[in-house]
């Protein structure tokens, strides 16, 4: 194993201040954001809702694996940075550096991409709250609305966060557990009030496919709609002292279970409303469902609010997430120093919060259009990093080191759940360029410019440094 670079020195701790109710809510919030709202047309039209329902199973199913194999590399590794850090002590600094290179671009560029959702959400919940265009970016409008709540938003984000982790997790519990709750009620409405015919054919397809091919689809898109719960193994070195890995790691499975469900739910719900080959066109389809339920359409308002709900837990919960991925790196010397310090009175990381805020407002500058392909990119980063942390711990397991938790069934389940997470990995990657009739599609070019970029900036600062210590 390479070794493990000194620490930063820093001006207080990480304030331990998560139990497993903030651990759910950190998983289960980054995990299910306001997509669904969109994207429930597409996954009935791809399998129908039994086909796609079975999609989000299988899915789950693999997902579940890949967390039980988390909680052994978090065992052995109990500090904030995640995958950067397994990576760092597996591999060395320069894949580190690479790992965090892509993954802080992730994280920074998901909260700005809230940012911007925010106000479309809210715009869609209140149309009267439109704006004018500010400027435009290209053929893009920027309007006044969407600056003035992604700007407002992400202040009042940022001035969470600063108070401490135990004012940041009261608020994640409160907007997590909200959600579920009205979800519950959205569902079991949407169950009671529509009528089991509209579900047929339970199983469907478009012309030229099947509804298996449709729900291998649904079961790739899991790399995304199932993914972000590693928030909660980022905040794994600010768990109260009475909790180990083994109740975080339970703690995830249930988040990411409870969020199978969701998905299942509102689409076998939604579907229930009206037929769902006429559901599957309409904009924003969720919200449509539920129009029809109720007078005035008010629980369609009730989705949207829902959605809006849903998706400020997900910008708090990537917040965390950035936040102490970029004073990991620092903290072992891959960033500058002074991202490291911590504020003693709060024990949070008040810079690195402080870069997150700032990157965050820029991508609200530059707009939906600028922000949206840099979140497609770099979406499979994270993907490719569960493969990465799996291939991590087979490499430790060999090495012998003992660890405090270790995955039930041993070598063969980490096996089983790195051959599900390649497939569903694998088809996510691959969809783009199946789409694109064989031409690459602009994920993978800004990816290996990314990447590229990366490695100039490595090698850069390497120099650098080389320079500085031959002038001393």
Sequence with gaps: ??????????????????????????????????????????????????????????????????????????????????????????????????????????????????????????????????????????????????????????????????????????????????????????????????????????????????WMAGACWVFATCAYFLNGWQAAIHAIEERRANLGPRHIIVCVVAAIAASALFYCGIILSSASTMPWQRLASLDLPAAAAFRTIGPHGIFGTTVLVAAVISLAKTWSAVTWMSSRLIFAQARLGLLPQWLAQVDPSTGVPRRALGVVSAFTLLGVAVGRSAILPIVDMVSLCLALSIILSLIILLRRRRQGAPASYTVPGGTPLIVIALLGASMMVGIAILQPWLSGNGSLPPEWLMLIGWGALGMLVWYARRALQARRSSVA
């Design 1 to 210: 194993m390479p070794p493990h670079p000194p620490r930063a020195s820093t001006s207080a701790a990480l304030r331990r201040a998560i139990g497993r109710g903030g651990f759910f809510s950190l998983a289960f919030g980054a995990i299910v954001g306001s997509g669904w709202v969109v994207v429930l047309g597409d996954w009935l039209k791809a399998a129908g809702p039994g086909g796609a329902g079975l999609g989000f199973l299988a899915g789950a199913l693999v997902m579940v694996l890949v967390a039980l194999c988390y909680g052994e590399l978090a065992a052995r590794s109990t500090a904030a940075g995640g995958e950067f850090l397994y990576t760092l002590e597996t591999f060395g600094r320069f894949p580190a550096f690479l790992v965090g290179w892509f993954l802080t671009l992730y994280s920074v560029a998901v909260c700005a991409f809230e940012a911007i959702a925010l106000a479309w959400m809210l715009r869609a919940v209140a149309p009267m709250i439109a704006l004018p265009a500010a400027y435009h970016i290209g053929s893009s409008a920027v309007s006044w609305d969407a600056l003035l709540v992604g700007v407002g938003g992400a202040l009042a984000i940022a001035a969470l966060h600063r108070r401490g982790a135990a004012a940041a997790i009261r608020f994640q519990n409160a907007v997590t557990y909200g959600f579920i709750a009205v979800s519950i009620f959205l569902i079991v409405l949407g169950l009671c009030a529509g009528h089991p015919r509209n579900l047929e054919p339970l199983f469907a397809a478009p012309a030229n496919s099947t």
